[in-house]
């Protein structure tokens, strides 16, 4: 597991930036040889592979626990902090992170934490399974050239709030993970579906 | 020549909005009830006409009394695959099934023993719904309730749902159609 301070670094040791690329390597070792890097793993290293497969992907299940929340929270904010003290000396990609205010067919709209709106396309949001009002994104841009930049979205936690409450609606509920169990009682041939009361569906 | 039966079974169409935005089926007391209700108010028709969740084949229903053309009941459901570790599974989740306040309890024509009760004739629509897709789904049928909600319990193991999974919350059963052993390979 890397900071996401080391994985800059890396990015920048490929375009040859390696005096840049050292001194962020440098801050991501702070970053990693710290308590709450430590405690994130400790805490990670004891749950199953579905609630860690679902925290990498952006999602926090309901299931785990608050402590997950609480050690996330911590490494954020010492990941915040050094990454403005990097950006200032080095250019590092653009990050802009906000709340989801409206969902249109083919983009969302990202309120961001200064108050402005920006027009996020919805597949890129679908990705990192953000696309429901109130949802948090942040959007990364690398500047490749003057006309040219590489966008991507990574799934953003809005950790001064709750844990998320569970809710069995909508295509981001965790309800279609199967343990072993699961999946020998659905190895079966499913029995017919029942119909008590004729129906004809209009149109 | 053919009687009309007392309700009306439709998809959900954009201009549903406002009727499903009126749909009241909550104490407002309990919340996992009002969930259920504002999920219906303010998210399900979206869910329903999403095009990019077009290949999940979602369809909503909505069920209303042919005589006052009152929304009665509300059901939702949709193709998903269920993922484990060995392997995955094709299925249809039942997103949601509602029946109205002033409806909970009631059977069509009130009073009358052989009408049915209005939640078998929602239920019924969906599994008739289900059952018809083109192309065909799955049979394998589940759907998440809350373990208080006693009503839809029931109604879940009249059709059908009478296996549990394991639990996607401590408050949240994961019932699923029954499934028979799989044949064995015929000897010769």
Redesign the interface.
Known sequence: MFSTLNLEAARLARLDEARAAARVAKAAGVLESGSEFADLQQLLSNLS?EIVGAVLEGVFP??APAALWGALRALAVDTKRLWAVQASRTSLPEVVAGRISD?G?SSVTLKLQDGQYLAVP??LA?AVHRE?VGDCLAVVTDRLEECSALAYAIAAFDLDASPPK??????A???????????R??????????????????? | MSQKVPWRVRPAARRDQKVLAAFRCADPAVSWQVEVEVFIQRDVLEWALDPLAAESDPRLLLVLDRRSKELVGVAAHERQVMSGPDGSFPATKLEVVAVARTWQGRRFEEGTADRPRVSDVVMSAVMTDVSTRVPPRDARVFAVVHQDNARSLALCRRYGLVREMTRPDPSYRRLVTDHRPPKKAARK
């Open positions: 592979g309901a299931d969902v067919p919805r597949w679908r429901e569970f809710s069995p609606f909508g295509r509920a965790p309800v279609r993970d199967l343990t072993k169990a699961d999946e009682l659905l190895s079966g041939r499913p029995a017919p579906l029942q119909v008590l009361v004729p129906v004809t569906i209009g149109t």
